[in-house]
């Protein structure tokens, strides 16, 4: 089963569905988790050496998917390690896509419960939000790249406006000294970091959807120094205002740093309403890529089409989802996910290279 | 076929589905039943005879401070009776206060009182009462506070001499005493008497820290609230150690340059005759030094500003010898407020609220790691060099006396 020409995606259209991915539930809580590790003002050092792990990791990604022009990864993988091993690992990566999906429904039913929408059961607020990321993968990558470019610009706009605006309650001292005990703290905070720009893995697939795959590592480069640039300017703000001894206690920090000013005289005088749908969208587009990479891929593994398993998954990430017994079951969940991406996409697509590169490539 | 006509009912009945969801918000609440919390204030109860609010934990837990907290509500009733003509004056707003041991079960209990839900989202201010701050770790005081999602990060904190919740009381009917203790924490612009806000957003991180720190303090005199000075809360207890006066507390907005307006009085010798400058802008530098491992702090402190008001007979500004004597006697008074604060804070509190130690741990972070666990004690003998370096800019429309 090739890729279908109407189902190709510009270069553009990938850089913004990496961002997409990558930009999620993480960016509320960074700069708590980054902090515990690093316990000084220089976690934004962590993000950026983070950052560039990430680019690395996807570009062996990316290369060794331009060994296989329009074919996913769950169609090459086949092809170098046999159909039962490649089948396998196959499954595993089904398997990081739909638990990622549903760690990222059950973050979102966690903080619009919370913060938003109290009192409304859990399912009310997931089960409209599968639907409608249902209805959007049905047609294919297309109108999922094509929701992402609107989503994308709201989200730029509305992020900078909201956190700048916290320039009042902003101070230079918290975030300093620079490197002020070395730059070991510094190397604590990296595996933290990395694991907040998981996303990467998407050009494994991805990369058989482009227009011009050989444009596929500047689509990494790019497609991870814009949520690089977003972490940083939340981490610094975040920091800035709350200190490091305030972040590190509290749950939801960048939600915090919103809820610390009230601007009179605007129409508006509070934001985290505003910062929280931005956070919903992204949400939105992480469940959708994911969800819609797994059901892919399950349709590539058994040569089947795609929607009997788009309506299984639902089920299946609805019920992963509701598994996470409190909150933090939910972040131990989280970094379980992290934890296993970081062999499933650090260390694999490294041998699959290797053996690529053995085997002699291109068949 | 009959596949596919499956799955297009199984969508049909999906967005169906949808369509529930434009029926309204699940938890919706209206705001005529809201009574939104403007404010709170905490205070220690003396009185003995609360036996039968502890009722059951009395024997096992006895002796539990007792919390009295008063909570500002304003109310659809209270804002509708403001706009009526004729009718006679009711207070815009309604103080609702209970007795207990700890925060929320208190403010559950004033459900019994008040027919409105209490909706905190708009709440300004936490106003401590000075008997619980130095009973209770400030900490504990604030843990709901700080956990709560319906209160925002960026209510003030202020404490009280004597009373907290007298200073949420008003006899203008059209004054909201929350409302405008919270505008007043924002008017720094024009004296240096006012500390800079403090939010429970700043709070937690200076808590958790450890350090020593200030805040603003209220007090409500003969039916009029106003600011006054501040209080110490000592970073290893959390609790208040004393209060510093206007006067100190201007030596701590000058040590810490932080102040963003306000005048400065000092005599002329000769004529014992008032000079007031006006600060245009206010800058300082603490540099802390290390020689062989001996910490000392220099303090620059630089301002401009302007002669707004002097009644000197002979004083002629548009001579700039008069201005140089105008700035020297400025200068002395800056000198003496810093000097007095730093005898307060370091011989008699024996702590640092002016952040010194913030300084050292930018400057010198290795050498902060190893003094921060007893930085107040070590702080208290650290010599310390203070200069102050005024300009007077100019004298306003007037030259001659």
Not at chain 1, 268 to 293: D, G, K, N
Not at chain 2, 38 to 57: I, N, Y
Not at chain 2, 111 to 126: C, E, M, P, T
Request: net charge positive.
């Amino acid at each position: 089963m090739k890729v279908s020409h109407k189902d190709r995606i510009t270069t553009p259209q990938a850089v913004i569905v990496l961002i997409n991915y990558i930009l999620a539930a993480g960016i509320l809580t960074l700069p708590r988790t980054s902090v515990e590790k690093v316990k000084t003002p220089d976690v934004w050092l962590s993000v950026i050496i983070g950052g560039l792990i990430a680019i690395i990791a996807g570009v062996i990604m990316v290369k060794l998917s331009q060994q296989f022009p329009g074919k996913t990864i769950y169609q090459y993988s086949q092809v170098l390690l046999g159909k039962w091993l490649g089948g396998l690992l196959s499954l595993l990566i089904v398997g990081h896509f739909f638990t990622l999906a549903a760690y990222e429904v059950r973050a979102l039913a966690e903080v619009t419960g919370f913060f938003l929408l109290e009192g409304t059961p859990i399912w009310a607020i997931i089960m409209p939000f599968m639907w409608v990321g249902l209805y959007l993968v049905f047609d294919g990558i297309n109108p999922i790249a094509r929701l992402f470019e609107i989503i994308f610009p709201i989200t730029v706009v509305i992020f900078l406006l909201v956190t700048f605006m916290g320039f009042e309650i902003f101070e230079i001292d918290n975030v300093r000294p620079v490197l002020g005990l070395g730059l070991i703290p510094v190397l604590k905070g990296i595996k933290t970091t990395v694991l907040a720009f998981l996303g990467p893995e998407i050009m494994l697939l991805l990369t058989a959807f482009m227009q011009k795959p050989n444009k596929a590592t500047k689509v990494i480069l790019v497609g991870i120094a814009i949520p690089m640039i977003f972490y940083i300017i939340t981490v610094i703000m975040v920091i800035g205002a709350l200190s490091i001894d305030g972040v590190v206690l509290r749950t939801w920090p960048t939600l915090d740093l919103i809820r610390s000013f009230e601007i009179q005289g605007l129409i508006f005088e509070r934001f985290e309403s505003l910062l929280l749908v931005i956070w919903i969208m992204q949400i939105f587009s992480t469940f959708t890529i994911t969800y819609y990479a797994a059901s892919l891929g399950l349709s590539q593994i058994f040569k089947m089409k795609m929607n009997p398993f788009m309506y299984g998954l639902l089920f299946i990430i609805y019920v992963i989802a509701l598994i996470p017994k409190n909150i933090n079951d939910l972040f131990k969940f989280g970094d379980l996910i992290g934890n296993a991406a970081l062999v499933l996409f650090g260390v694999l697509p490294l041998l699959l290279l290797l053996i690529s590169k053995v085997k002699g490539g291109k068949t | 076929m009959k596949r596919r006509n499956f799955f297009w009912l199984l969508k049909c009945s999906l967005v169906l589905l949808l369509l529930l969801q434009l029926t309204g918000c699940w938890s919706s609440k209206e705001i005529e039943e809201l009574g939104l919390v403007a404010g709170t204030a905490l205070d220690l109860e003396k009185k003995a005879d609360l036996s039968e609010e502890v009722e059951g934990h009395e024997e096992r837990y006895p002796n539990r401070v007792m919390i009295t907290i008063t909570n500002q509500l304003i109310t659809s009733q209270t804002t509708e009776s403001g706009k009526k003509t004729g009718a006679p004056q009711q207070k815009s707003f309604k103080n609702v206060s209970e007795t207990g041991d700890s925060i929320l079960p208190v403010l559950r209990k004033m459900i019994l009182k008040i027919d409105k839900r209490a909706f905190a989202q708009h709440s300004k201010v936490i106003v401590i009462g000075e008997d619980l701050t130095r009973t209770l770790n400030l900490q504990q005081i604030l843990d709901f506070f700080l956990r709560e999602q319906e209160m925002r990060l960026s209510g003030q904190i202020l404490i009280a001499k004597n009373n907290a919740k007298k200073t949420l009381e008003s006899q203008e009917t059209s004054v909201i005493p929350a409302f405008h203790l919270f505008q007043i924490t924002k008017s720094q612009e024009r004296t240096t008497k006012i500390l800079p806000p403090l939010s429970l957003a700043k709070v937690m991180g200076k808590l958790h820290s450890g350090s020593s720190f200030l805040v603003q303090t209220v007090v409500s005199e003969k039916g009029e609230v106003k600011f006054a000075g501040a209080a110490v809360i000592k970073g290893k207890t959390k609790k208040l150690l004393g209060f510093l006066n206007e006067k100190e507390l201007e030596g701590i907005v000058w040590l810490t340059g932080k102040g963003k307006g306000g005048v400065v009085k000092s005599f002329d010798k000769a004529t014992s005759q008032p000079i007031i400058y006006e600060i245009k802008s206010m800058k300082s530098k603490i540099q802390p030094r290390i020689v062989n491992n001996n910490i000392s702090f220099d303090v620059k402190i630089e301002s401009e500003g302007s002669i707004a008001e002097h009644w000197v007979p002979s004083g002629k500004p548009f001579e700039n010898e008069f201005l140089k004597k105008a700035e020297k006697t400025t200068e002395k008074e800056v000198e003496s407020l810093v000097k007095n604060v730093l005898v307060k804070t370091q011989q008699n509190y024996r702590v640092d609220v002016a952040g010194f130690g913030n300084r050292l741990r930018i400057e010198y972070p290795r050498v902060w790691e190893k003094v921060k666990q007893d930085w107040d004690h070590t702080f208290s003998k650290i010599p310390i060099k203070y200069n102050v370096n005024l300009t007077v800019k100019d004298y306003g429309t007037s030259g001659s006396n």
